[in-house]
């Protein structure tokens, strides 16, 4: 589904194919599918709020190289990486982008800090965001493939604005955690604090 890209920037020591082969090496079919949705995505919502295209489909090809890892190899990774301890309370959901970019450096040799933060934010999000954190927050949320109650709004809400987009992901995703009774990862009721606080006139940019 992804057409020829060539990548001009040195930003990863990669071809865009192998770069590409490294990820679907590490995933099912479907999720590698799913990477290729949102790196397609993060392009093109790259290329509509003046980010760097390629910066930004990097990202979002890698966000989810770690997802299906095993929980030992994260909770290993906590420890002697000197992490926050209490991120092993939580679980993939949270450890696969924070965690995981420690992978992505080990494995991949990608030292990116842009790239990186943009896979350690990719589902709690912050309270400061550069856009391109945004892009692959959102790109991950309404690629095409996601159907969820909400989504067609939420792909709305973000083609009109990048920071709208965001502030309605994060309202969603605390509902979802609370209606489901899940614990809430500090970092992600920060990152709802911030965002649904900020003044309504930022949005209608």
């Not at 060539?6 to 599918?33: C, F, I």
């Not at 979802?176 to 900020?198: E, H, R």
């Amino acid at each position: 589904m992804s057409k020829t890209i060539k990548y001009q920037e040195n930003l990863v020591p990669y071809t865009h194919e192998e770069l590409m082969a490294k990820v679907a090496a590490q995933l099912t079919d479907k999720r590698y599918q799913h990477c290729l949705r949102v790196e397609t995505t993060s392009r093109a919502l790259a290329k509509a709020n003046g980010v760097d295209v390629e910066l930004a489909g990097i990202a979002g090809l890698l966000h989810d190289y770690a997802k299906q890892r095993d929980d030992a190899t994260f909770i290993d990774l906590i420890k002697t990486r000197g992490m926050d301890p209490n991120l092993v309370s939580y679980g993939n959901g949270v450890w696969h982008g924070y965690v995981g970019a420690e992978l992505i450096k080990d494995e991949l040799h990608i030292y990116n800090e842009a790239i990186l933060n943009a896979v350690r934010l990719h589902t709690v999000g912050a309270p400061v965001m550069t856009k391109l954190e945004q892009i692959v927050f959102m790109a991950d949320f309404i690629e095409p493939a996601r159907d969820f109650p909400g989504v067609d709004e939420a792909r709305k809400v973000t083609e009109k604005s990048l920071a709208a987009g965001v502030r309605y992901q994060i309202q969603h995703t605390l509902d979802y955690l609370v209606q489901k009774g899940a614990p809430v990862y500090p970092q992600t009721l920060a990152t709802y604090n911030a965002w649904v606080g900020k003044i309504p006139a930022l949005f209608n940019k």
